[in-house]
């Protein structure tokens, strides 16, 4: 097991050194515009994957795909001529699924946003369906009935007292 971090860091160079050659030695005309978003890296330096997104619709998706797939032989020399190190990495290209998560991500917080847009007009012209202040007040009470619900639990205690002998 190599180190987690110099697996890091040929990951980093991995995504570097591919996205170079993508850009000037490889010349499939099946190849769109294709990004280099990231590289990993296995613990053993044995396998590299390489997430790339491609500009366009899913036919250009579709033939960049192959494209990358027929040139994975040369990109793989190429890691392992600027690399240097004894075992190259086999390379695994994958679609990167980032961009249309966000998108979506996107698309839905703008239809919250719409729908707090129709929840603030629906509630420019209302008012409450009860009183504006809709908690009971207590009844002022006089002196006498107070000391009359005083005296009621003193006589409740008694008759409980006089039930029991």
Known sequence: ????????KLAVRIRQIVSE?????????R???VTVTDAKVTGDLREATVFYTVYGDETQIADSARALTSATGVLRAT??????????PTLAFVADIVP?????????LERARHADEQLARA?????????A???RKPAEDDEDDVEES???PAAAADAAVETRS
């Open 1 to 8: 097991m190599a180190d987690p971090a110099r697996a890091r």
């Open 21 to 29: 050659a993508i850009e000037m030695q490889i010349k499939d005309p």
């Open 31 to 33: 190849l769109g515009m």
């Open 79 to 88: 890691v392992g001529k600027q690399t240097g190190i004894k075992f190259v």
């Open 100 to 108: 249309d998560t966000a998108r979506e991500l996107e698309e839905a």
């Open 123 to 131: 509630r420019e012209g209302a008012e409450y369906a009860g009183e």
């Open 133 to 135: 202040d809709p908690y």
């Open 150 to 152: 005083d005296d009621e």
